[in-house]
């Protein structure tokens, strides 16, 4: 008997060092990953049952307490880090400072609470950490162009696109600045970049449409917000901007129709409604 109990306490003392096995012999990113310990701990609670029935009376029960205690305490530290994001991060940062990728998580934590001075902060300790992050230069340009910051926001995304020339999403956002600062060519240039990279997104389709009528390339125009509608015929951005474009060319019957549609789909959609009510009185026509 004693020796079958033997077999089973080292059974779960293996189980336990076996299911950490994978994070001993794969190397990670990071010090140390809690998760792993998940399926350990069953060999660790189940050794530990074993162990407490072999016990009796007062012992026993003093054990299963201490157990039981011990895990309550480390349950409610974990939930107080677990709280939300930023709490998180902040632990991460303190228990793996030398993380490339814990200090870009920190600094979309920092974004998410609109401190956006402490978040460039992170993104550029991501970059001392690893020059060919190109997320924190990315990252980096969100705060820039949510701070109207356009000349660090574009060199920012232009960091980014030397370091990974395929991230659509640098391109798109890039179009963004440069529309902005009225460099219509250029914004065009860049969204069509981000199209042949990924044509999938009706909204980078809208975005190059309103640049194309601004050029004053109507057909053009014309075509791209078509292309967006049948990609999602329920965008309601794309209809309003076709509706500017007929009613720019004219067209009063077509640009009625298109926002009409974009009202149908955003009942409240406040800009569609007013060029609606301005076609219809008649205004500036």
Known sequence: KRGKEWRLLSFFILWFFITLLPTTLIPL?????????YLAGIGFMLFTGV???????????????????????????????????????????KKNPASARVHDNMGLAYIARGEYDLAVSEFKETLRLNQLYYLAHYNAAVVYQLQNNLDKARESYKECLKINPG?????????????????????????????????????VYNNLGVALTEKGE???AEAVFKKAIVIDPRYFKVY????????????????????????????????ARNMLSKLISGRDR
Do not use: C, M
């Open 29 to 37: 990113n990071a010090k140390l990953q809690e998760n792993r310990g």
């Open 51 to 93: 162990i407490a029935g072999k016990l009796r009376g007062r012992i026993q029960v003093i054990l299963l307490v201490v157990v039981l205690f011990l895990y309550s305490i480390l349950t409610i530290q974990q939930n107080s880090i677990w709280k939300d994001d930023y709490t998180l991060w902040k632990d991460a940062v």
């Open 167 to 203: 991230y659509f999403r640098a391109y798109y956002n890039l179009g963004i600045v440069y529309k902005k600062s009225g460099e219509i060519d250029k914004a065009i240039r860049v969204y069509e970049k981000a199209i042949s990279l990924d044509p999938r997104h009706a909204f």
């Open 218 to 220: 109507i057909d053009k």
């Open 240 to 271: 309003y901007n076709l509706g500017n474009l007929y009613y720019r060319a004219g067209n009063f019957n077509l640009a009625k129709e298109n926002y009409q549609t974009a009202i149908s789909i955003k009942p409240d959609y406040k800009e």
